[in-house]
């Protein structure tokens, strides 16, 4: 498998989250932060970037608000990022040219175009980030939900018994390592809000094991504990968080050495893979607590079904604004121009002089 797929982060209460910042900050790296507004031409270079190198192990990062658009790649092989840099991801040079610079696709668009265009994109701008608050609130009453279910969970947990099952299922997957060294901890999206629901990447060539968990504490302790245990052991980690339910819940992880991939299904996800081992979490909860809960953990289960409608309804508004403004700058754009840019960056990749 040369590509793994996910999301460049994902919506929370707080508004847009991502870790990607830490892979622009590596200097081993050098990333092109590319600039420039809606219908630029962002998604469209990156995508033709990442076909020009077929056979090339990367990651490709999607736009949680467009899934059909690229918000990054990273060239593994060639140590090359490509990031869209503007908002609600916003990032900048830590070492400008050293290690990272702008590429300004403003440069390739007729001012006096967007200026004559002025009233019509303001207008849409702000009804884009109206729908986007809107998206926020409902995410926010989401997580209060959630929440609670987690708390029942919590108090409902039989941490001894979880805890002992983790300790088998680590010995079972996780091989002993020469190596004393520690593995790394890293952060990669897989699922994410989007307007066309909360959707989930499953990497091609993995092993993928499902924990069913209604009540979210159990999984994530599972997900926290076995992330411990296999970076002891020299094992490299990345987690995929559930952004929407509590912004630091680990919901995923992958082991890339071993191309294992552990997913949780809860509530929000409603997830639904081919898994080797489908473990139900119902067996670590004490049943008198959870059946005493009944009734609030069924309302919370249909508010968390309606809000999240809600928010992606939201989403799906704001994408409808989003087009329009693309459509301004469309227009306004010197796409022969970047075309030229295009070839210059894949010779730059490549190792050849740009003609």
């Known amino acids: 498998m040369n590509c793994l797929t996910c999301f460049l982060g994902g919506a929370s209460p707080s508004g847009f989250r991502t870790h990607f910042g830490e892979y622009i900050a590596d200097p081993a790296f050098h990333t092109y932060i590319i600039k420039g507004g809606p219908g630029t031409g962002k998604s469209s270079l ?24 690229l918000d990054a790649v990273i060239f593994l092989e060639h140590k090359t990022i490509f990031v869209d840099g503007t908002a609600p991801h916003c990032f900048d040079p830590e070492y400008p040219g050293a290690v990272q ?31 986007h608050a809107r998206c926020r609130r409902y995410t926010t009453a989401l997580a209060a939900v959630s929440g609670d279910t987690s708390q029942i969970g919590e108090n409902a947990l039989d ?25 790394k901890l890293s952060f990669r999206q897989l699922s994410a809000l989007t307007p066309k629901g909360y959707m989930t990447n499953v990497p091609e060539g993995y092993t ?43 919901e995923h992880i992958l082991v890339p050495e071993l191309k294992i991939a552990i997913f949780s299904a809860n509530p929000i996800n409603s997830l639904v893979i081919s898994a ?17 809960k009944k009734s609030r953990i069924k309302f919370n289960e249909s508010a968390a079904k309606n809000l999240l409608s809600e928010a992606v309804s939201s989403l799906v508004n704001a994408k409808a604004e989003h087009d329009g403004l693309e459509a301004y700058y469309i227009d306004a754009v010197d796409f022969d121009s970047i075309n030229r840019l295009c070839y210059s960056l894949i010779s730059k990749i490549s190792g050849e002089s740009a003609e």
């Open 208 to 250: 993928a094991y499902l924990l069913n968990d209604r009540f979210y504490a159990g999984s994530e302790k599972f997900l926290r504990e076995f992330t411990d245990i296999a970076i002891k052991k020299g094992y490299d980690i990345s987690v995929s968080l559930c952004t929407l339910h509590n912004e630091d819940a680990f």
């Open 101 to 131: 610079q702008i590429l300004d696709l403003g440069a390739y668009w007729d001012e006096s175009s967007l200026r004559r265009a002025k009233e019509g994109i303001i207008s849409a701008t702000a009804d884009y980030l109206q729908y």
């Open 276 to 292: 080797k081992q489908p473990i139900n979490f119902k067996r670590f909860y004490d049943k008198n607590i959870v059946a005493a």
């Open 46 to 69: 990156m995508k033709r970037l990442a076909e020009a190198f077929p056979d090339e192990k990367k990651e490709i990062y999607h736009c949680s608000s467009d899934p059909d658009s």
């Open 159 to 183: 941490s001894e018994k979880l805890e002992g099952f983790i300790g088998r299922f680590s010995k079972k997957v996780l091989p002993k390592k020469q190596s004393d060294a520690e593995g």
